[in-house]
């Protein structure tokens, strides 16, 4: 398949590779001639990386299925899928999926990786806007592959499905929001997550690495392989329902405690930052991210492993 | 050092393990003579398992360090720390803390495996409620290595940071609780993220099976080996006062969704059920508990690894 990629920041490259280790043709385009000049050779070095990894096998044959367009034309022309990702203001969402409406083939499917914006808020007034949807991914969508896909009221059900196959294609694992709503499915969990976390420190239960350490040495480890309701499922003799019967009273009287909406201090976040500045100074935060990345890349390959071995 | 195990069903067997794995004398008891026999064949098993996953070098030393004991007296005599692991009745917790108290020497730690019972409800009247604490595992403490610590308003400094010292000898990875509060920390976070996830699928934004995925494939991945803060800390340029303004906002108006503290209602429940038992068939459900403990046991030597990889 033809892919089109709108947009060559961070998120575009990390489609392009997406897209080409699954074996489609990908065409990769940028408002900015030389952005797509520096990201083709960005992508050569994180293909580069993922090689390195095992978990690519071919990275030539993959690189030559990944070249770059000079217009918007050009980038969309035989596209069956447009994957936008452009900086996340609505008034730039609507200029290009106008113009993309009109240039790319029926039948193309129009997606946005925005995480913040729904489609309903720039697509209203599109001839095409039934083909138009989010197709939200988690950075970098190659090591991460969840794909929140959520459609507007007037999204067509056979673009949700061309979409959904499109992510199974590559590997990807596309979720299907029935409905939009803010922040989508994983946001929303992450900051009712976040929400406890900051107010347990903010009232001095424990303090912020205490907190990060419960997480990653405890409660993460099971969600990294099974959801929070697989979890629960294993968690009491008789599946799901038992254990929501077993527990549901004290999660009840915790959530009675947790439904405040203050918004978070300023005092608060200096509190938090403080504890992080002194685990790790600010000129490590670069560092750092290319740790988490190759901690990212051995999950995956211990996640793919393990999936083969214990089935 | 001297440890007891007191109680030998699957906590204390595991926390046997636990303590011979980090070099300590481990003496195990129960109320039921029996119990301590079937605990040490059970325990035999899973060592085997554990030296097989490479997670432990010397399964026959470590075994070594392991026997039963015939009477509370004799598994506490010279005894250095105590983990009580009876069930979670707080008239047993009562009871079992006045005999210990009475029977083992001076500052010998008396911790409990307890979940949901704070130490200020069983420890209140004992001359020694100095020494009684909470030293919480997850199951099984040998795969998940948090622990979380929190004394009662009479528990020692020292003591507490004794049952810190034993917990790092052992490699688990203590967190400090500075007052009693209902579910600890684990559980709370557990709580307002699965709140948000029954209410996602009653409202039928996504269903269940789409929800794991997300945290499977997406969410959970991260927090597998950093915790939320490293998390965000590293998702913003400037770290983690930057995310908290750049998104405080998102997730302030996110949680003045999220204040509904309704129990979950029985339909929801019958609902979230039948979404997991046609995924996994109830006769299913101790093969798929075992493949759990497998993929655990996969993560925890895949995170050893990657620890000594990507410092």
Redesign the interface.
């Known amino acids: 398949m033809n892919i089109a990629v709108v947009g060559s920041g961070l998120i575009g490259q990390a489609w392009a590779i997406v897209f080409a280790r699954g074996g489609h043709e990908v065409r990769l385009w940028d408002g900015d001639p030389k952005a797509v000049t520096s990201a083709l050779t960005l992508i050569a070095g994180q293909v580069a990386d993922l090689k390195a990894a095992g978990l690519i096998d071919h990275p030539q044959a993959l690189l030559e299925r990944i070249c770059g367009a000079q217009t918007l034309e050009e980038v969309l022309d035989g596209a069956e899928y447009v994957q936008e990702n452009l900086p996340e203001r609505v008034e730039m969402k609507k200029e290009i999926f106008g113009r993309m409406d009109k240039i790319a083939a029926p039948g193309c499917v129009l997606a946005s990786s925005t995480s ?1 914006i729904p489609a309903s808020a720039f697509t209203e007034d599109l001839p095409g806007r039934a083909r138009c949807l989010i197709a939200h991914p ?1 950075n970098p969508p190659y ?4 794909v ?1 896909i959520c459609g507007a009221p007037w999204t067509d059900a056979a673009i949700v499905q061309k979409t959904w196959d499109v992510m199974e294609s590559v590997g990807q ?1 596309p ?5 939009e ?3 989508f ?13 900051f107010k ?1 420190v903010e009232q ?27 979890t ?3 968690n009491a003799p ?4 038992d254990y ?2 077993r527990f ?17 201090s300023e005092a608060l ?2 509190k ?2 403080a ?3 002194k ?2 100074p ?1 000129e490590q ?1 670069l560092a ?2 290319l ?2 990345d ?3 890349m ?2 995956a390959a ?1 996640k793919l492993a ?1 999936e083969k ?2 089935k």
Chains 1, 2 share one sequence.
Not at 175 to 179: A, C, D, E, L
Not at 248 to 264: L, N
């Open positions: 913040s988690v090591l991460v592959p969840v929140e694992k979720v299907k929001i029935h409905r709503l803010q922040g499915i994983l946001n929303r969990l992450q900051g009712a997550l976040l929400r406890e976390a347990l001095g239960y424990v303090d912020a690495e205490g907190l990060d350490v419960t997480v990653r040495e405890g409660l993460g480890l099971r969600w990294s392989f099974m959801g929070p309701f697989e629960i499922d294993l008789d599946g799901l329902a929501a019967r549901g009273g004290m999660y009840q009287s915790i959530a009675e405690e947790q439904t405040s909406t203050e918004p978070w976040i200096e938090l930052e504890s992080r500045r685990i790790l600010k935060l750092r991210r740790w988490r190759r901690r990212l051995g999950l211990h393990a071995n214990t």
